[in-house]
């Protein structure tokens, strides 16, 4: 079946990218990469509104942000151009022709109706297996409204006949809708395409996902920054699994084991707490140089000034581990890249109190002046010696240092943070903490 392989992923543009759209969208995709086949996108506006092209924009950054890139369709056009319905409306005309032409529709108060021809539907779904549909009692659907816009059935019909689709890969929500589909098939004298339709997503207490559900959309990830490969992998596991408890997936493998007898039929329960989950070991072990990447349009929109980039680097390496989402990264490395930095009021109440506190911060200035080599393994020593002549704890000095270079009372690794920092920058903050609080 190999290059005859055509999915699309077919969205209204209703300025949301859900996350069970999105779902949909990757499984075609995967469907397509598996087959080496293409993948449309086909824009459903047959209600254009105002805030059209913003909304399909969302589309497009939403699979583009989630690592699906489309063949055919939206911005990239194609052989069956145009890829919009609301551009279509002379290829829906021709095909109404047909139907006239086999006296199959009729006009009633304006609208078109098609005549149902009350013979059962067979449909042997590649998720839900075989179904028929019992058609005796189905009243003639209408395919036009009065005011001349299309209604969904007929055109989803036409497009994926003319855009050549071999598989239909979609939520089980359209399972009922595809008799219909099969009947003006029928009717328009085509083979139906294959038909997949993958189960629902559904929050954990069973209920239907709507747009108010943390998580439900798309934009929430972006704007979050979460690793979107993380994101990815966890649609992966919406309804569709390598079935032996293997969660976090590389998507090579996922395209080389996915396939549509391989997704599940019961509902999907979205979990939320699993995705920070599997983000978290995504973001924890990439790569540096994608940790960087993924940073930089946060790094950017806070206004930090990188001017040297191993710096930045030597930076991102230290506080990986602590991140979560990309869209923390400002707050953990800001003070790297300034010398104004603010120190935190409620740290200086209890790190800064007692009059020998800056006394002993310059003892560990001088010690730190005459260092021989400057790394994590010398400064921790040198600390820890100075504690002992003090005598006070270790603590009592390290709580100090972090505050008085960073401004704040938590941070990475505070031998490994000296290091990065350099000597002149570390001996130029504790200098200038001294000065403020003596
Ligand atoms: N525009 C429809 C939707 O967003 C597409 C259904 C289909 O894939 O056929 O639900």
């Given at each position: 079946?190999?290059?005859?392989?055509?999915?699309?992923?077919?969205?209204?543009?209703?300025?949301?990218?859900?996350?069970?759209?999105?779902?949909?969208?990757?499984?075609?995709?995967?469907?397509?990469?598996?087959?080496q086949?293409?993948?449309?996108?086909?824009?459903?506006?047959?209600?254009?509104?105002?805030?059209?092209?913003?909304?399909?924009?969302?589309?497009?950054?939403?699979?583009?942000?989630?690592?699906l890139?489309?063949?055919?369709?939206?911005?990239?056009?194609?052989?069956?151009?145009?890829?919009?319905?609301?551009?279509?409306?002379?290829?829906?005309?021709?095909?109404?022709?047909?139907?006239?032409?086999?006296?199959?529709?009729?006009?009633?108060?304006?609208?078109?109706?098609?005549?149902?021809?009350?013979?059962?539907?067979?449909?042997?779904?590649?998720?839900?297996?075989?179904?028929?549909?019992?058609?005796?009692?189905?009243?003639?659907?209408?395919?036009?409204?009065?005011?001349?816009?299309?209604?969904?059935?007929?055109?989803s019909?036409?497009?994926?006949?003319?855009?050549?689709?071999?598989?239909?890969?979609?939520?089980?929500?359209?399972?009922?809708?595809?008799?219909?589909?099969?009947?003006?098939y029928?009717?328009?004298g085509?083979?139906?395409?294959?038909?997949?339709?993958?189960?629902?997503?559904?929050?954990?207490?069973?209920?239907?996902?709507?747009?108010?559900?943390?998580g439900?959309?798309?934009?929430?990830?972006?704007?979050?920054?979460?690793?979107p490969?993380?994101?990815?992998?966890?649609?992966?596991?919406?309804?569709?699994?390598?079935?032996?408890?293997?969660?976090?997936?590389?998507?090579?493998?996922?395209?080389?084991?996915?396939?549509?007898d391989?997704?599940?039929?019961?509902?999907?329960?979205?979990?939320?707490?699993?995705?920070?989950?599997?983000?978290?070991?995504?973001?924890?072990?990439?790569?540096?140089?994608?940790?960087?990447?993924?940073?930089?349009?946060?790094?950017e929109?806070?206004?930090?000034?990188?001017?040297?980039?191993?710096?930045?680097?030597?930076?991102?390496?230290?506080?990986?581990?602590?991140?979560?989402?990309?869209?923390?990264?400002?707050?953990?490395?800001?003070?790297?890249?300034?010398?104004?930095?603010?120190?935190?009021?409620?740290?200086?109440?209890?790190?800064?109190?007692?009059?020998?506190?800056?006394?002993?911060?310059?003892?560990?200035?001088?010690?730190?002046?005459?260092?021989?080599?400057?790394?994590?393994?010398?400064?921790?020593?040198?600390?820890?010696?100075?504690?002992?002549?003090?005598?006070?704890?270790?603590?009592?000095?390290?709580?100090?240092?972090?505050?008085?270079?960073?401004?704040?009372?938590?941070?990475?690794?505070?031998?490994?943070?000296?290091?990065?920092?350099?000597?002149?920058?570390?001996?130029?903050?504790?200098?200038?903490?001294?000065?403020?609080?003596?």
């Amino acid at each position: 079946m190999s290059s005859a392989v055509r999915v699309r992923f077919a969205p209204s543009p209703t300025g949301f990218l859900h996350v069970g759209g999105a779902r949909t969208a990757l499984f075609n995709w995967l469907f397509a990469q598996r087959h080496q086949g293409v993948f449309v996108l086909r824009i459903e506006d047959t209600d254009k509104s105002r805030e059209h092209e913003n909304a399909v924009r969302v589309i497009y950054d939403g699979l583009r942000w989630l690592g699906l890139e489309w063949d055919e369709g939206g911005d990239k056009g194609g052989p069956f151009d145009p890829y919009f319905q609301s551009e279509r409306g002379s290829i829906y005309e021709k095909y109404l022709k047909i139907l006239e032409s086999k006296a199959l529709v009729y006009e009633d108060q304006g609208a078109v109706r098609f005549r149902s021809s009350h013979r059962p539907v067979l449909v042997d779904d590649l998720v839900c297996g075989r179904i028929e549909f019992d058609r005796s009692m189905e009243p003639d659907m209408t395919i036009r409204r009065p005011d001349g816009s299309w209604i969904f059935h007929f055109v989803s019909v036409v497009d994926d006949i003319e855009m050549r689709i071999s598989h239909v890969i979609r939520g089980e929500d359209h399972l009922t809708n595809t008799s219909k589909h099969v009947a003006l098939y029928q009717a328009l004298g085509v083979e139906p395409p294959r038909f997949a339709h993958i189960p629902l997503i559904l929050n954990r207490d069973g209920s239907k996902m709507s747009k108010r559900d943390e998580g439900s959309s798309i934009s929430t990830y972006m704007e979050r920054g979460y690793a979107p490969e993380a994101v990815r992998n966890y649609l992966c596991l919406l309804g569709w699994s390598p079935k032996d408890n293997r969660e976090k997936l590389n998507i090579e493998e996922v395209i080389r084991l996915f396939d549509l007898d391989k997704v599940n039929r019961r509902n999907a329960s979205f979990d939320l707490d699993k995705c920070n989950w599997l983000n978290a070991q995504y973001v924890a072990h990439m790569p540096i140089s994608r940790f960087r990447e993924l940073s930089g349009p946060f790094i950017e929109k806070a206004g930090i000034q990188i001017s040297d980039e191993e710096y930045l680097l030597a930076v991102l390496r230290i506080v990986q581990e602590k991140i979560k989402l990309f869209k923390d990264v400002p707050e953990w490395i800001g003070y790297f890249f300034t010398e104004d930095y603010e120190y935190d009021a409620g740290a200086i109440a209890k790190t800064f109190s007692g009059p020998e506190i800056m006394k002993r911060l310059e003892r560990l200035r001088e010690g730190y002046q005459t260092l021989a080599a400057w790394n994590a393994g010398s400064l921790e020593s040198e600390l820890k010696r100075l504690a002992t002549e003090i005598p006070c704890k270790a603590a009592e000095l390290i709580h100090p240092t972090r505050l008085a270079v960073s401004g704040r009372a938590i941070g990475p690794s505070l031998y490994h943070m000296l290091e990065v920092m350099g000597k002149d920058r570390v001996l130029r903050r504790l200098s200038r903490t001294i000065e403020r609080f003596s």
